[in-house]
């Protein structure tokens, strides 16, 4: 029975002190991990000395600089461990994180190939208990799951992923952030990966105000990018996908026009301009992307 390796992937962009308290924690883990991987997003040399000099140990990469999705890609590229888990740089691994997700995927051989189980914790947000919830219409992970229902989300700071999921599915490189862990469910749920939610396994969420306003004109843009091809591309569902951009759109308006009057317009065009330009790089290779699914 081979044992279960962990490659730890940080992914970083102007935060060298959160960095610097995220690789710690992954030094303390009680479950050794045979690798960290840090790629970094950053615009200056501050992250990367900091690996250097204060934790030699981790394999620093130079990130391509496109945003979350190319960058979570760039980790792969360098992953050898049986599993992997990604965290943000503002995040704490749990000391027993990976003892709990052992401890199941040792459980779970007896039922199934573990190398299509996905397992996904919990994260501690600021105190807040963080699980997994199923998009609703617009892709707004709200909707609570019911004891039975089957998983298609994650909490991507606390899911461990096989390794072999990633030689036929890949983080999509048109998100810069944003609705990158749900697209990432939905295509292992539909290349037939379970999900399992395992709630003793936490991690530890305190985000960072840096990067924030960078972020914030894509997050809308990105769920509905994501939500439309959901629709389009896995369920093949072109007039669900049509609809439900009529509806997001409308939405979106509406919402910003009530949140900033007259200059909610303008985030409102941010989104469109945003979200139209990632479907066309999508339809553009239509080939591309059902490869991927």
């Not at 199934?112 to 994260?123: F, K, L, M, P, Q």
């Not at 939610?197 to 530890?204: D, P, V």
Request: hydrophobic share 40%.
């Amino acid at each position: 029975m081979h044992p279960f390796t962990f490659s730890v992937c940080i992914c970083t962009r102007n935060r060298p002190d959160d960095l610097r308290k995220a690789l710690a924690s992954v030094r303390q883990s009680h479950s050794p991990v045979i690798e960290v991987i840090v790629s970094d997003d950053s615009t200056d040399s501050r992250s990367r000395n900091l690996v250097r000099v204060e934790f030699p140990e981790a394999i620093y990469l130079e990130g391509p600089r496109k945003g979350l999705g190319a960058n979570r890609n760039k980790g792969l590229s360098r992953v050898t461990a049986s599993h992997v888990l990604f965290i943000d740089d503002d995040v704490i691994l749990g000391s027993d994180f990976f003892c709990k997700v052992t401890q199941f995927l040792n459980e779970s051989r007896k039922q199934e190939d573990t190398t299509r189980v996905i397992v996904t914790g919990i994260e501690l947000k600021c105190g807040e208990r963080v699980f997994p919830r199923r998009a609703s219409f617009l892709g707004f992970q709200s909707i609570a799951y019911g004891p039975s229902d089957i998983l298609s989300s994650i909490v991507i700071n606390a899911t461990v992923f096989p390794s072999a999921l990633f030689k036929s599915v890949h983080f999509d490189e048109n998100l810069v952030y944003g609705g990158e862990e749900l697209d990432m469910a939905c295509m292992a749920v539909h290349a037939g990966f379970s999900i399992h939610l395992l709630e003793s396994a936490i991690n530890y969420h305190y985000p960072s105000p840096l990067n924030r306003e960078f972020y914030k004109s894509y997050t809308d843009a990105s769920r509905i990018f994501v939500t439309f091809k959901r629709y389009r591309m896995l369920q093949r569902n072109r007039a669900k996908a049509s609809f439900f951009l009529i509806a997001a759109y409308s939405h979106n308006l509406l919402f910003n026009l009530k949140q900033r009057g007259v200059l909610g317009l303008r985030a409102f065009f941010t989104t469109l301009s945003l979200s139209r330009a990632y479907m066309e790089a999508l339809l553009s290779n239509p080939a591309a992307d059902e490869k991927k699914a």
